[in-house]
């Protein structure tokens, strides 16, 4: 197990919130959004972090580097309805030569819904494993 | 609209059926499977069949075919509900030079939940047309 | 087939659109957005149409009614991709005792991707069908 | 975090396997299936074995249990491809009064692909926390 970072439950500890909408598509029969629904809303934010710092994911993909998915914990602490917003407030930390993990808090008009960590490698289109690339350190936040 | 077969709702129209249990996942709020999770359902079905008559489809992706989606129809007639096991009835037919169809009938114990027509073309990695690959001719009913 | 409604391809037929980015998640082997992805794009600007109108989705749950997708019907024409904001149009139309339908336009920066159709039903928490809300005549475009 | 159960990668370790074969609707752009479609897996070979052990999901949540999810966390060993038939190893342990883990082995012909742990807390249909029932001790494996 790589997961090393813990997620803080304080928004100001996040540089960057990314809202999404819950969709009906994504309830189940206990009438809130299924857990498995998470996974692409950290997914989501991701890329708009990257986006939002110059680097959208298909261009970084273009350049030949894939950031795989090697481990993924979420904590479920309240559940997510239909047609929420969620905010989803985004971290990078814990960078190795090889990987780097980003932390997630999931807030619904500031009350704590989720947290999460992610644990990522760079690769290439092949799926082998790649040098990370330099600026990526720029987007690791100090204090993460 | 290419759309053209009609599915049938009698089951011994059908020669090949592939049996597909829900998932809570696929669920929603109303208590019921998720109206597009069918869409997945037929997609499974038709692999199923591909794959009984000897053309598993990643071995006709790899020999440089894709099936594209060009068209689907969905009719639901009574709700599908988590942990049922569906039989996915299936045929092939309207073949034209450059687009097949797929019929669907969707049963739990006999009883109708749904009918579909998929449309396909045929394309390569890229997306462009292709002809029409022979082999498929035998696959299509003769009655469909 | 109730299916009726033709959708326009020119987005000066909608009164409104729903703008959607496409996920990662939401990817296929094939390189772009899987078909079924689709589906839940419909209801999810359908949904924002009936907030924008007044009629938040959860609201008139709340109130006891459920619109049950009676059919789907998506026709793709050029494949949506990763990262791409999709414009979807959206009218309501074929208004009848029991049912409407709903018509979608999808484009990305004026290219039609897809057109699409859904035919609803009024009914209870219990899946029983509903007289249709009187409010409901008031949103359907008087062209559509 | 309640995570405390390691899941073993020797798949005589665990007394219950479901195997699910793969979707092409699960893949994604980099051609392998998408690490959020893990997750329903989870799900449906939990849902496996209690029906197995005598006790199906659906009867479970008609006697007033639903067993949320508290916790998941899965780690990414090699990717799984379309087509492919996963082997979904499965152990319940960790029981305490108001929570139970479930860990998971996924293997392709021997091949560890990831592995997984869920924890779970039982609830009544408004959520609110519910006494473990009794028989759910029986299903406990005693060395996991």
């Known amino acids: 197990m790589r997961l090393s970072l813990t997620p803080s439950n304080?928004?100001?500890?996040?540089s960057f919130v990314h809202p999404i909408r819950t969709r009906f598509a994504e309830t189940d029969a206990m009438g809130i959004i299924h857990?498995?629904?998470y996974v692409p809303y950290l997914e989501d934010a991701r890329a708009a972090l990257f986006r939002h710092r110059g680097y959208p994911y298909d261009e970084v993909r273009a350049a030949g580097i894939d950031f795989a998915v090697l481990e993924v914990h979420v904590?479920?602490?309240?559940?997510?309805?239909?047609?929420e917003v969620v905010d989803v407030h985004v971290t990078l930390g814990d960078l190795t030569r090889t990987t780097f993990q980003v932390g997630y808090l999931l807030t619904v008009a500031d009350e704590t819904r989720a947290t999460a960590v992610t644990v990522h490698a760079a690769v290439d289109a092949r799926g082998r494993g790649q040098r990370m690339p330099?600026?990526?350190?720029?987007?690791v936040e100090p204090s993460a």
């Open 134 to 139: 330099r600026w990526l350190g720029a987007l």
């Open 35 to 37: 857990h498995s629904a």
């Open 75 to 83: 904590r479920y602490c309240r559940p997510l309805r239909f047609d």
């Open 10 to 14: 304080d928004p100001d500890d996040y």
